[in-house]
């Protein structure tokens, strides 16, 4: 089966950073993304990888090793509003997204 | 701006009463997607149309259809709601199905609660 695996839950302090990860199992591979979703919200794209490395954009970056079945989102000078659900999604090799459950990253001041 | 629009943002209501949720895009996308969410779950994809291609996920209950009557709308009816289908339903947008890479938009989404 296919199968996307993210800490459930991350604290992390005003200013910090944190790295959330991801894990996945699925039938082909055609990019990885990250979302972010706030409380009630839709998500809202954040960053793509398809290939091996680190893709920056600001104060957050992605990172994937295909060989592993592994990304990691890194969010640097953290801010309240950072607050949210970070959600992993692997399109597979029927151009399907298969999505994590997400990881609820609490920041406190 | 362009984006994806669902309305209402929120929807009551009765167990069994027939509802439909309705979702419209300016992006021009060719596939449309419908998903249902449940709190502190993965969105879980129940439809999606290229063009006027339908297909529906294996898993989708016979009580879930949709209708895209155009590129701009498309409709998720829900013929007789139960407790267990009260969830978020997020409509999203993609300019290609096939290609690695593309983006889905999502609508701000609809919270249904059934009484």
């Known amino acids: 089966g296919q199968n996307i695996d993210q800490p459930t839950e991350m604290t992390a302090t005003e200013g910090a950073i944190v790295q959330i990860n991801c894990t996945y199992q699925?039938?082909?591979?055609?990019?990885l993304f990250w979302y972010q979703q706030h409380a009630g919200e839709a998500p809202t794209f954040l960053s793509y990888?398809?290939l091996d490395g680190l893709e920056e954009k600001g104060r957050f970056s992605s990172f994937l090793s295909r060989s592993k079945g592994y990304s990691y989102l890194l969010l640097k000078e953290l801010q309240m509003k950072d607050s949210a659900s970070y959600l992993c999604?692997?399109?597979?090799?029927?151009?399907?997204?298969?999505w994590g459950a997400g990881t609820k990253l609490i920041i406190k001041p | 701006d362009a984006m994806v629009i669902q309305n209402p943002r929120y929807q009551v209501t009765q167990f069994g009463k027939p509802v439909t949720l309705s979702c419209s895009q300016t992006?021009?996308?060719?596939?449309m997607y419908w998903y249902q969410q449940k709190s502190s779950q993965a969105p879980k994809l129940l439809f999606h149309?290229?063009?006027?291609?339908?297909?529906n996920e294996a898993d989708t209950p016979d009580n879930f259809q949709s209708r895209r009557p155009n590129t701009s709308f498309c409709f998720l009816d829900i013929r007789s709601p139960g407790l267990g289908d009260a969830a978020m339903y997020l409509c999203?947008?993609?300019?290609?199905?096939?290609?690695?890479?593309?983006?889905?938009?999502f609508g701000p989404g609809t919270r249904l609660l059934v009484l």
């Open positions: 999604a692997v399109m597979d090799s029927n151009y399907q997204l298969i």
């Open positions: 699925t039938s082909g591979f055609n990019g």
């Open positions: 999203a947008t993609s300019r290609q199905r096939g290609g690695g890479g593309e983006t889905q938009y």
């Open positions: 992006l021009n996308h060719n596939v």
């Open positions: 149309y290229y063009d006027k291609d339908f297909n």
């Open positions: 990888n398809v």
